[in-house]
């Protein structure tokens, strides 16, 4: 799929919101400026969040809770995380139990983390579109792709 602007960007993950469930694991790869930290606040406003979506690159983990989203979701940038097991410490297993899970740089995590989850990656191809190309797992049936 080919997205051709930011506000097509910032609508795609608007309509992933509309999905997005509790235990949902979204991995958003691609290269500096590809679009992950664009689709994840379209996703954020989906969800309710009227806010500035900050790239969580420094905080690593940022939490968004009801009321002010539908539904609690972890979104995480693991850029910074060079060994594997400072991830345990990220907790991020006991926010899929009560709300879903959005990460950026998701190659980060323990081999087969991602198997039942939506693995998006995002390509650049020119200045001002994007190649967007997935894996679905079992979670996902019937409910990935969106249009």
């Known amino acids: 799929m080919i997205i051709d602007s930011e506000k097509a960007m910032l ?3 608007a309509n992933l919101a509309d999905i ?3 235990g949902d694991k979204v991995a958003l ?3 500096l400026g590809a679009g992950k930290t664009t689709f994840a606040r379209g996703l954020m406003r989906g969800l309710g969040f009227d806010e500035e ?3 969580p690159t420094f905080a690593i983990v940022q939490q968004y809770e009801p009321p002010e989203t539908r539904l609690p979701v972890a979104h995480v940038d693991l850029y910074r995380i060079e060994d594997t097991g400072d991830i345990r410490e990220l907790g991020l297993g006991d926010a899929l139990e009560y709300g879903a899970l959005i990460a950026e740089w998701p190659d980060r995590m323990p081999d087969g983390f991602w198997d039942n989850g939506l693995q998006i990656k995002l390509e ?3 200045e001002k579109t994007r ?3 997935w894996t679905a797992g079992p979670a996902w049936k019937n409910r990935w792709p969106i249009t």
């Open 124 to 126: 650049i191809e020119t």
């Open 20 to 22: 997005l469930q509790i």
């Open 29 to 31: 790869s691609g290269t």
């Open 53 to 55: 979506v900050p790239s």
């Open 11 to 13: 609508d795609l993950g």
């Open 131 to 133: 190649r967007l190309t």
